[in-house]
């Protein structure tokens, strides 16, 4: 589809709409993707996304990777991290999506969004959008997993919204020791502080992280960050 104006423009349009009309970013850009003619800025930036080796990106991961996808709302966080377990399943491993906030369809819509058949992994992706998600959850669900499984959690800072739930410090710890025995890689997306400036980085980072309860993000071996289209990938020192 072609656009009226180059992404960085439309950008800046919504910047100035987000402004004028006092609402958030994200919902600005939602906005304008909507008169280019998509349902949102992940649907066109997805569509429209060139620049982003995913399958190079894939290929700095190693079983038993802890690694984190952070962004602000609209900014492909979702998108990347199906686009990670779609390569892990392209190679032939298994790939698995744990959330507790979307529901099966919108995850397969995000399939067709990145341009992938769902229907072609049917036998390799296991999606799981139970309430009682958590590192013990999971790891009884991926207690038979093959090495090289890929399994996306959404989100990290929900992981410890019931408090009959251990503190999200104990279970990415329970998930890092896991992945590491397994030989899976067990992927997290994350939010963003709203504090996050893009005129003061374009891509936000570690300090970045929304963190209501303490973690140590050191616990991550690999991170990707996304603003804008911009993908900045990130290893444990």
């Given amino acids: 589809m072609r656009l009226s104006a180059p992404v960085y423009h439309l950008k800046r349009k919504a910047r100035l709409l987000s402004r004028q009309q006092s609402i958030p970013l994200h919902a600005a850009l939602d906005r304008i993707a909507a008169s280019e003619g998509f349902e949102g800025w992940s649907l066109l930036s997805a569509r429209t996304k ?14 038993g990777d802890l690694v984190l996808v952070g962004a602000r709302p609209g900014h492909g966080k979702t998108l990347m991290s199906l686009r990670l377990a779609v390569e892990a399943m392209k190679s032939g491993n298994r790939g698995a999506f744990f959330t507790l906030e979307d529901t099966e369809k919108a995850v397969l819509d995000r399939f067709r969004m990145i341009e992938a058949d ?22 009884k669900r991926l207690a038979a997993a093959p090495r090289g499984t890929l399994a996306v959690v959404d989100y990290l800072q929900l992981l410890d919204q019931k408090r009959e739930n251990p503190d999200v410090m104990t279970q990415v710890q329970a998930l890092k020791a896991f992945a590491r025995e397994r030989s899976v890689i067990i992927v997290f997306i994350s939010q963003i502080d709203r504090s996050y400036d893009p005129e003061r980085k ?8 929304r963190l209501p309860n303490p973690l140590d993000l050191r616990l ?11 993908v900045q990938f990130r290893a444990a020192s």
């Fill in 50 to 63: 060139t620049d982003v080796p995913v399958s190079e990106l894939y290929s700095r991961l190693n079983p």
């Fill in 118 to 139: 769902p229907v072609e992994f049917a036998e390799l992706f296991e999606f799981d959008n139970s309430d009682v998600i958590s590192a013990d959850y999971i790891v």
């Fill in 202 to 209: 374009p891509v936000p980072d570690l300090e970045d992280v």
């Fill in 220 to 230: 991550f071996d690999k991170m990707f960050f996304l603003h804008d289209g911009e």
